[in-house]
């Protein structure tokens, strides 16, 4: 799934103006939507489908009201976005509360201490700017195609560096009482220990299966809910949904990279999943570490012949728009088309995998993961593979033969005391 072809929806979140299509104007300030970060009103909303604009009237969107903003209340109020500002895209990226990161959602707006010692009031009250840092309006974030930093130093040492590393503040001796956990600080993330699960809360999307969408009842697109969870199940214009709670993390090697999936590279349809993002990072490579992620698992089309992934037409009142029709094969080639990218006329449905490295939503230290839930052989790192971890992995012979030297070790201690014991007796 794309954004081209479906920018007046999917723009909504974005700090501008009026980014309808591929036309737009990156370099027009006059485009640059100021008040969706800076508006402490908590008035001020884009409208989901106007391109970046707030509604020019009072109106409805989906059931909520979207109110014509009163922009000289807006204007007075500004100030350093608070986490209103961030979260109004962040906490609602893909289409709803907690879709995409699992440990990004509603719940942060005013979180408990045990939800996030960060972000609670009871803990640090951070706002999002806090760690991530800003200068010039360039946002310090986790990973694109470069890591957000490369110097593990402290802000001890250089009060300059990006706060977005845990070592910034904390430094890699972060543990005073039990310094033995010091030691794993240069091959494990403090995220990987502090974040024993994500979406604690609010549930979050795990799956989505696109290939099911386009039922209708009554001739008409429908919604089924989860009641359990409190959030859409079925949905005509998106297909299927698995929501979870309380979800505990796949762990990766991470050195702050990753490699996408893009619309021109082949895939292989006969070794699913697509991962249409991969974790870049090796126990050898030492900006590695040890990391929790969420894998949103998803089932997408793909172009049958060309095997490529497909972009897709959804957003719009045109006869190709999916969400209009219905008509995978129409909104497909529209996309395709609307990109200048070939495409076959044949699409079917592959599995695919996305990885949200999971930093938010640190737990307090007492809740932290105790050391046998990774030394065990069942323990959460049991899929790492390439490395020794005590607790975890055994050898056969070495651990015979290791056993086998404690008990002669006993052996010989034993019958040097018995001897020491005869001989000081016939001294006497």
Same mark, same amino acid.
């Given at each position: ?92 990226g893909g289409g709803g509360d907690g879709v995409k990161h699992g440990d990004l959602d509603s719940s942060l707006i005013d979180p408990p201490y045990e939800l996030d010692v %960060? ?19 360039k946002i310090a974030g986790r990973c694109y195609k470069t890591p957000a930093f490369t110097d593990r130093k402290s802000v001890l040492d250089d009060d300059m560096v990006k ?6 503040? %904390? ?6 009482? @039990? ?43 429908? @919604? ?7 959030? *859409? ?13 309380? @979800? ?18 082949? $895939? ?10 991969r974790v870049m990072g090796d126990m050898n490579d030492e900006k590695s570490r040890i990391y929790p992620f969420k894998v949103h698992k998803a089932k997408q089309p793909y ?46 449905? *592959? ?23 990774? %030394? ?41 005391? $018995? ?10």
């Amino acid at each position: 799934m794309n954004i081209a072809s479906n920018e007046a929806r999917c723009t909504s979140c974005h700090a501008g103006y009026g980014w309808k299509d591929k036309n737009f104007d990156f370099s027009n300030e006059e485009k640059v939507d100021c008040l969706v970060c800076h508006d402490q009103s908590l008035e001020y909303k884009k409208f989901p489908s106007g391109a970046g604009y707030p509604s020019k009237e009072d109106k409805y969107f989906e059931g909520q009201l979207f109110k014509k903003p009163d922009f000289n209340k807006s204007a007075q109020s500004v100030g350093l976005p608070g986490r209103h500002n961030c979260g109004a895209c962040h906490f609602n990226g893909g289409g709803g509360d907690g879709v995409k990161h699992g440990d990004l959602d509603s719940s942060l707006i005013d979180p408990p201490y045990e939800l996030d010692v %960060h972000m609670s009031k009871d803990g640090g009250n951070f706002s999002c700017a806090r760690c991530h840092t800003t200068v010039e309006h360039k946002i310090a974030g986790r990973c694109y195609k470069t890591p957000a930093f490369t110097d593990r130093k402290s802000v001890l040492d250089d009060d300059m560096v990006k706060r977005i590393s845990c070592v910034s503040c %904390h430094t890699e001796t972060p543990h005073k009482e @039990v310094k033995k956990l010091n030691d794993h600080t240069d091959k494990v993330s403090c995220q990987a220990c502090h974040i024993p699960a994500f979406a604690r809360k609010n549930p979050t999307k795990m799956y989505w299966d696109w290939s099911t969408g386009g039922k209708l009842k009554d001739g008409k697109p429908y @919604v089924t809910m989860d009641e359990e969870m409190n959030r *859409i199940k079925y949905m005509s214009k998106k297909g299927d949904f698995t929501w979870k709670k309380n @979800v505990e993390p796949e762990y990766f090697w991470f050195n702050g990279s990753m490699e996408y999936t893009l619309l021109t590279d082949k $895939i292989d349809p006969s070794d699913p999943p697509v991962k249409l993002n991969r974790v870049m990072g090796d126990m050898n490579d030492e900006k590695s570490r040890i990391y929790p992620f969420k894998v949103h698992k998803a089932k997408q089309p793909y172009d049958k012949k060309n095997n490529t992934m497909a972009a897709v037409h959804l957003f719009g009142n045109d006869k190709t728009s999916y969400w209009k029709n219905f008509h995978w094969g129409n909104a497909i080639q529209a996309a395709m088309d609307y990109m200048e990218l070939p495409y076959s006329g044949e699409y079917d449905f *592959i599995e695919t995998e996305y990885h949200f490295p999971t930093t938010h939503m640190v737990a307090p230290a007492k809740n932290a993961l105790s050391c046998k839930e990774c %030394h065990s052989r069942n323990g959460r790192l049991k899929k790492m593979a390439g490395f020794y971890m005590p607790g975890r992995d055994s050898f056969g012979f070495i651990d015979k033969t290791g056993f086998a030297l404690i008990i002669l070790s006993l052996c010989t201690v034993f019958v040097h005391g $018995i001897i020491r014991i005869f001989s000081s007796s016939k001294k006497e």
